[in-house]
């Protein structure tokens, strides 16, 4: 029997909509004349999803009996009685009910492709077995229900259903997914807007991993090897003039075309600096790139072709766009083919674009041949001059020898033995001068064809061109060397110039120069290491082996010095000059850093002084209004005495009490945020029962069941507090709630547990308050708009924050859903105390 093919609807979270796409699915495919039926559906009582299933035949469910409760749960054995085209199956990763003939939703669904009966079910990617761990920490909720990652991947087709973490939230307020008693949980719990964002990309990538392992699949099966990207991403080979500009817009262009498509630009120089581009082109054209959304890359290689075509294939590129080459055709024939041809020949299944531009080369111009310490492709095509060139020169000479033409013959040989040190060196310049010196000796000194002179005096002429040559070449050589250092120091120059635009474009200094040291120097690793051992940054590889070379970064303010870290490959003496030089400029970053650290640490001082003279205002304002009218009422009661009526002694007595209570209390916030603020606030941290700490809170605000409703948690464990602390913390938020709720409504106060936090949730649905004002709202001495001079110092919240955090907690503000605001007081759970620590009653 043919198998039946399986669909599944995969869903970030609870009500994106799986089960009304599956049963609007199972319509349409039943309007189209197919045979479907409604297996099982859980409509967790919303009403669109139950009028959705009307009309749809339904194969009624099983009935079990477990320890005296009657259960329901999808008929294996109905449906395959029943045996239609399309069964609709909701939730794959349901756990069955006691005596069914299997455990899992996922083997009856199995069991029924068996039958040959194709299936469309639903599933969230909390459910994938693979997915728990990650699941777990982005919610703090184990997953009890899973189903195989096998069983999934093995569907015919996977569809996420998706809908935005807002819109869901939003559904979730309206009711359209719980009842209207789980929804402040649910949204301050599961459905925050954080974790919603993380699931919707958790089952979005897990569906494109699953879609590239189906490509790879099917490119094994019918045996392809090339690549296919799916995605455009284009390579632009920087040579390091004016030309770059052109090459980045039209690989711009390029990469404009696909939705989705990559930009990324390189420069290759190479490893002796003797080839390198116009640094302030190269700096224009970097800011050009990143205009354009693109990255900048620098590599260093030697043969740019296949350092082009090598990074091209590290970052999967799918297109290389190189400019023609500026050399002119007789250039191009002595010193072979261009990058352009070479990257095409290597490229393999890469597209390269060749680009003309204005700097192409269109006349003749001499190859360039400076250069000390030549590479071995310079000395043997000096070689090949000296064996070619000799040959032919002397066959030219020969054709038109006579008795006066022996000054002209040795010149024309002094001019190739310099030729030939121009291209190869020393040393092929001091095999042809001597193979020069044979060749006069043979063809024009007289006798002919021997190696021999009648005449001695021919001897000290042979003998000065071969020491003139030899002079000649070294003195080639030297100055080679001389542009060697100085395309070396250009390098260096460039290295650092674009670490400085690192720098200004808002990267840190730090980072940018070990990042642009390894990519320079084509190291495998990079790293900085403080004297403590503290890694201040790093690129690259991680140390395998534990061979690195070590350099000290000194501080320029005295401290202890820092080591930079390099590994990939030995350094030469030019390359430690240039490491010398990232050290200096370390160095000046590290104190930058250094003073940045001071700079905060003022700014903390200066907000401490601003506090300092807010407090003094206080004490000059807010404290006055209470001593006055205590030194008042006891100033009446001493000077009246006796003449006082009883009515009027309780008057200013009461008077008294209440300003001196209120003077109290506004002196102990004074000293608690003292106290804060110097972070020397003492917690006595133990196991603290909540409602019972909430109850006291609210006997002290005198607050009713007509001002505050309680939805607190039953099974919520105790929290890790100090109890005073957060009674005062709880007074304050619920103190504002009350005088900023709407007369006609109630404040909501909820408790919840989320993995190892429990939280207290303050609801009230007054004006709110704006999120750009939300930070000003903790601050001391602010009350956010509020007249009321008898409202306090405003330091409630200020101290409602210091007081959490200082508990290990956080008091975080959120919009309520309707309007209004939410404190949300988030606290650790305590641990439970083993069985073999617990006190003997």
Known sequence: MKRGKLRVLLGAAPGVGKTYEMLEEGRRLADDGRDVVIAVVETHGRAATAALAEGLPVVPRATVSHRGVELTDMDLEGVRARHPEIALVDELAHTNAPGLPHHKRWQDVDALLDAGIDVITTVNVQHIESLGDVVEKITGVAQQETVPDAVVRAADQVEVIDLSPQSLRDRLSAGLVYPAERIDAALSNYFRLGNLTALRELALLWLADEVDSALKSYRA??????????????????????????????????AARSAGGELLAVHVSSQDGLRSGDPSALAEQRTLVESLGGTYHQVVGDDVSRALVEFARSVNATQLVVGVSRRGRIASALTGPGIGATVIRESGDIDVHIVTHAAAGDRFRLPRMTGGALSVKRRVLGFLLAIVGGPLLTWLLVSIRNEDTIISDVLAYQLLVVLVSLVGGIWPALFAAVMSGLTLNFFFVQPYYTVSIADPRNVWGLILYVIIAVLVSFIVDRAARAARAARRAEAEAELLANVAGSVLRGESAVPALISRTRESLGLAGVRLVDADGTVVATDGE????????AVTVARRNGGPPAMLELHGHDLDASERRLIDAVAAQLSAALEHTDLTATARTAGVLAETDQVRSALLSAVSHDLRRPLAAAVAAVGGLRAAGAQLSPEDRAELIATADESLATLSALVTDLLDVSRVQAGVLAVSLQPVDTPGVVLAALDELGAGPDAVELALDPDLPPLTADPVLLQRVLVNVLANAVRHAPAATRVRVATSRLGGTAEIRIVDHGGGIPHERRDDMFAPFQRLGDTDNTAGLGL??????????????????????????????????????????????
């Open 221 to 254: 099966e019918h045996g392809i090897e090339g690549a296919w990207q799916a995605r455009e991403r284009v390579v632009v080979a920087l040579p390091g003039g004016s030309e770059g500009e052109t090459l980045l817009r039209r690989g711009a262009r390029i």
């Open 542 to 549: 991680p140390l395998r082996d534990g061979r690195y070379e």
């Open 796 to 841: 409630g919240l200020a101290l409602s924050k210091g007081f959490t955090e200082g508990m290990g907690g956080t008091l975080t503000p959120e919009d309520t859903p309707g309007g209004g605001l939410t404190m949300v007081i988030a606290l650790p759970v305590a641990e439970p105390v083993p069985a073999e620590k617990r006190p003997l009653a």
